[in-house]
């Protein structure tokens, strides 16, 4: 079945003339703000052009863009379909933002993609595998606003000034919260460069934001799509305005865009949500309208005094967390049963629902599987030059 990789090899040879700007490209640049920009993408140059994707792959450290997680090998193969095609080829990457900050309890990054015609697609970063950007999620269960979404505001209004067109303003997951958030809350002149809001499986937002004017006046531009056993874009859901799509994977896998299916350039609709997901938003719905935002902050307090009690080996991020899955998940049960019952069967309830098919391949580091990738990409591009994208 064709996803996205499989989408950006048939349309190389389609410009944005032949092919406008599709859903489906959204969630690739949604996808492509996970890799690792920082030291390739001018930032804080005011008249910087931005840089091609080519041109990243001709640079040394190359294979730095692309971070050892579970989901590398796919952004080194979506980024070889799309390097040197005469639809992505002469767009240039700039503005890259990344903050990373524990101690302040935040992960934000950014992105924005330069097209041809002058228009943009400005790209918000999910939620990295750093324990960090996980405690910023759960955060919203409390926090009316966290810091990544105050940041995403400023960049927006940021990208708005620069650029000359119009903006379609993306991100999958948490970066999809922010796609949205950013859009609501930004000034007027921002929003009237906006075309399209894109959120791809991204949790949502308390039902007061959703009933709010500024996001009322903002709705129309919003599309959101989740798979149909969706469960982080399911999470504090408080609209029926999504469109429900086909996943090659199951339970919590469906929440990566790779396995989401493409057919005719756009992608397949799927028929319902399933009842575990539902089950999920229910829930977190019913658990949010019982307690007080300061009780909801001692619970997600308490779960990740659990996790630092159970990272002995003080690990940055799940993906190192995992490396002693045993031993941790042992002393994570023996810390969980002096919780309160409520809390803990609470707890317990949600993670048995969004984790019972994560056991293996969720968090694994497919290291040969990178190299080897990287090894046939790295001998094909020498033997391209930019000339081919005016072919």
Request: aromatic share 12%; net charge negative.
């Amino acid at each position: 079945m064709a996803g996205i990789i499989e989408y950006a090899l048939m349309n190389a040879h389609k410009d944005f003339d032949a092919l406008p700007f599709s859903k489906v490209d959204g969630l690739i640049f949604a996808q492509l703000a996970y890799l690792d920009f920082d030291t390739f993408v001018p930032d804080r140059q005011l008249f910087a052009r931005g840089i091609t994707f080519s041109k990243i792959a001709e640079q040394e450290g190359f294979e730095n863009l692309f971070p050892l997680e579970r989901t590398a090998r796919k952004n080194l193969l979506l980024f070889n379909a799309i390097a040197y095609s005469k639809r992505y080829g002469k767009i240039r990457i700039n503005y890259h933002e990344n903050i990373f900050d524990s101690e302040m309890k935040v992960q934000f990054s950014a992105t924005t993609f330069l097209l041809p015609n002058g228009d943009a697609c400005v790209s918000f970063r999910g939620t990295d595998s750093t324990i960090t950007g996980w405690r910023e999620n759960f955060d919203m269960l409390y926090n009316d606003t966290v810091p990544a979404q105050i940041l995403s505001v400023k960049y927006l209004n940021r990208i708005a000034a620069k650029i000359r067109g119009n903006m379609t303003v993306v991100g999958h997951s948490k970066g999809g919260n922010l796609a949205i958030y950013s859009s609501v809350m930004c000034s007027p002149k921002t929003k009237e460069k906006i075309i399209e809001i894109q959120s791809f499986d991204s949790p949502g937002f308390t039902e007061e934001f959703v009933t709010s004017q500024k996001y009322l006046e903002t709705e129309n531009k919003i599309v959101k799509f989740v798979p149909e056993e969706s469960m982080i874009g399911m999470l504090l859901n408080n609209t029926d305005a999504f469109r429900i799509v086909k996943s090659e994977g199951e339970g919590i896998h469906q929440h990566d865009p790779f396995l989401w299916i493409v057919e005719d350039n756009d992608f397949v609709t799927g028929e319902r949500i399933h009842t575990r997901a539902k089950f999920v938003n229910s829930t977190f719905k019913d658990w949010v309208g019982r307690f007080t935002p300061e009780q909801r902050e001692l619970f997600v307090d308490a779960m990740f005094d659990i996790v630092e009690a159970t990272n002995a080996q003080k690990a940055e991020s799940f993906i190192d967390w995992s490396e002693n899955l045993k031993g941790n998940t042992n002393l994570f049960f023996d810390t969980i049963k002096d919780l309160d019952p409520e809390t803990r069967n609470f707890m317990l309830k949600v993670l048995g629902n969004i984790f019972p098919s994560a056991k293996d391949s969720m968090l694994t580091k497919p290291k040969k599987i990178i190299k080897d990738t990287f090894d046939k990409f790295k001998s094909r591009r020498s033997d391209i030059s930019d000339d081919s994208l005016d072919a």
